[in-house]
């Protein structure tokens, strides 16, 4: 069974660094891109950032570059999002997904569960 789980989500200060880990299991994702969305209560699904199979390729939404960084190991299967100078507007379950390394939520075939992450003013 395959599985992404999502850690690192929790309450942090307006900012203030997260940094967020998506280990899969179940198979080997190495050959193919991830990305991070985002869902705050009351919107819709949002990209945040991706990266392609080998990690030389890397996307942003214009509200988080600069700011974020998405990152992966394949030997570990886990992709990571470092997210500094962190804003109210980012609070949002984030999500983990591969499968692309596209923008659109549609491409991506397996999902994590989410996890929070809240920025107070």
């Known amino acids: 069974q395959v599985q992404l789980v999502e850690s690192g989500g929790g309450l942090v200060q307006a900012g203030g660094s997260l940094r967020l880990s998506c280990a899969a299991s179940g198979r080997t994702f190495s050959s193919v891109g991830k990305g991070w969305f985002r869902q705050a209560p009351g919107k819709e699904r949002e990209f945040v950032a991706a990266i392609n199979w080998s990690g030389a390729n890397t996307y942003y939404a214009d509200s988080v570059k600069g700011r974020f960084t998405i990152s992966r190991d394949n030997a570990k299967n886990t992709v990571y999002l470092q997210m500094n100078s962190l804003k109210p507007e980012d609070t949002a379950i984030y999500y983990c997904?591969?499968?692309?390394?596209?923008?659109?939520?549609?491409?991506?075939?397996?999902w994590g569960q989410g996890t929070q992450v809240t920025v107070s003013s």
């Open positions: 997904a591969a499968g692309s390394s596209g923008t659109n939520a549609g491409q991506y075939s397996y």
